[in-house]
């Protein structure tokens, strides 16, 4: 079986402003990473919550989407669709 292709965004819950974005197999072992402190790019702002988990068939749709976020037309679609 191949392993999950999972695209997340989380939001601080210190700083509801912050969003984090990122690909990922297992997405609650992730979660739990950041709110951990372990990944140097959110520790700041942790507590993180989980906004959207999206399953892809594949790592090349799913990193396309993930790319898409993190633009500036992506990071508008995910406030208008995950609020």
């Not at 950041?34 to 906004?51: D, E, F, I, K």
């Not at 037309?73 to 406030?79: I, L, N, P, V, W």
């Amino acid at each position: 079986m191949r392993p999950k292709c999972i695209v997340y965004m989380l939001r601080s819950r210190a700083d509801g402003e912050r969003r984090y974005v990122e690909l990922a197999s297992d997405v609650r072992e992730r979660l739990a990473e950041h709110n951990a402190g372990r990944s140097p790019h959110t520790a700041r702002y942790a507590p993180w919550q989980l906004v959207v988990a999206v399953v892809f068939p594949d790592e090349a749709r799913a990193s396309r989407f993930e790319r898409f976020l993190k633009s500036t037309s992506g990071r508008a679609f995910a406030e208008r669709h995950f609020g």
